[in-house]
């Protein structure tokens, strides 16, 4: 059960988007669409953002976006805001029927 | 509204045994999966732990395989984790999540409980 692999961190200047990929193999990410995404503030419990890869819950903002390509799903925020800076993970089912999360990235607001 | 609050956590020694619960409201607790989730401190996400709706299908990560135990209550809305033969290295803040229905994904999370293991 090894960690997805995600960057450690990634920053962007307000209004610019970023990218974070969450890289896993063809038993977790490529195999399933049952990769999601979560924002944790310092301190707070994680918030679900992105689910099933692509689906956004009631009340989280369109500015989060979420796809996969292959074994490598992705999180792009556009129009980064002060508040999104915050430590973002991916989490994906396994066909060991478990669940596997990334490693986190840092998101910095610049 | 759907809230879960964990209790349970502590100081513990190296070999000992504790058990967490998970209080579930504002939701209908039996019907949906549930989730163990674990963060050591400074360190990212650990997924610990699944349990369907009735109990009858429950996994594991492979660090808790064989030590730790989840188990749910719905007569008394509250999801459990045993833990026994407590390592350092299990020292985390331990979330409990609700799954979003047959999504995988986790949905609503507890604010969580310290788990300190140390002699």
């Known amino acids: 059960q090894s960690a997805l692999t995600q960057p450690a961190s990634v920053s962007g200047s307000p209004g610019q988007s970023i990218t974070i990929s969450c890289t896993g193999t063809s038993s977790d990410v490529g195999g399933y669409n049952y990769v999601s995404w979560y924002q944790q503030h310092p301190g707070k419990a994680p918030k679900l953002i992105i689910y099933e890869v692509n689906n956004r819950p009631s009340g989280v903002s369109n500015r989060f976006s979420g796809s996969k390509s292959g074994n490598t799903a992705s999180l792009i925020v556009s129009g980064l805001q002060a508040e999104d800076e915050a430590d973002y993970y991916c989490i994906s089912f396994t066909s060991s029927t478990t669940w596997v999360f990334g490693g986190g990235t840092k998101v910095t607001v610049l | 509204q759907v809230q879960l609050v964990e209790s349970g956590g502590g100081v513990v020694q190296p070999g000992r045994s504790l058990r967490l619960s998970c209080a579930a409201s504002?939701?209908?607790?039996?019907?949906?999966?549930m989730h163990w989730v674990r963060q050591a401190p400074g360190k990212g996400l650990e997924w610990v732990a699944f349990i369907s709706f009735d109990g009858s299908r429950t996994y594991y990560a492979d660090s808790g395989k064989g030590r730790f135990t989840v188990s749910r209550d719905n007569s008394k809305n509250t999801l459990y984790l045993q833990m026994t033969y407590l390592r350092p290295e299990d020292t985390a803040v331990y979330f409990c999540?609700?799954?979003?229905?047959?999504?995988?994904?986790?949905?609503?999370w507890g604010q969580g409980t310290l788990v300190t293991v140390s002699s």
């Open positions: 999540a609700k799954d979003l229905s047959d999504k995988y994904s986790l949905d609503y």
């Open positions: 504002g939701f209908a607790f039996s019907r949906y999966e």
